[in-house]
Nanobody
Framework: QVQLVESGGGLVQVGGSLRLSCAAS????????VGWHRQAPGKQRELVAT???????TYADSVKGRFTISRANAKNTWYLQMNSLKSEDTGVYHC??????????????WGQGTQVTVSS
């Protein structure tokens, strides 16, 4: 019903920047919330940033002031701008969306993930 495509990961040096994209498609009436999560090797997945109806955003303390979640001009696409990257930001980044479908049921969908590697 709902598909997510993430892109923008890669290898970057400490202090560098990357921008991740999350594009949603399918049977979408409204996207209620978008979240970016990351999972580092050997660690639990953690919530990094969220974007909800009304353009409300939240961030994990570890990324405040460095990461920005925003909605792109393209419909149903969101960005995670990551600046001043640190080695501890390394991990697989997943987009997650909470969607009201055209059938007016709620679906929670995860993307496949994109690898971010920050080298020192």
């Amino acid at each position: 019903q709902v598909q997510l495509v993430e892109s923008g990961g890669g290898l970057v040096q400490v202090g560098g920047s990357l921008r991740l994209s999350c594009a949603a498609s399918g049977s979408i009436f409204r996207i209620n919330a978008v979240g970016w999560h990351r999972q580092a090797p050997g660690k639990q997945r953690e919530l990094v940033a969220t974007f909800t109806i009304g353009d409300s955003t939240t961030y994990a303390d570890s990324v405040k002031g460095r990461f920005t979640i925003s909605r792109a001009n393209a419909k149903n696409t969101w960005y995670l701008q990551m600046n001043s990257l640190k080695s501890e930001d390394t991990g697989v980044y997943h987009c997650n969306v909470d969607v009201t479908t055209l059938r007016l049921n709620t679906v929670n969908q995860w993307g496949q993930g994109t690898q971010v590697t920050v080298s020192s």
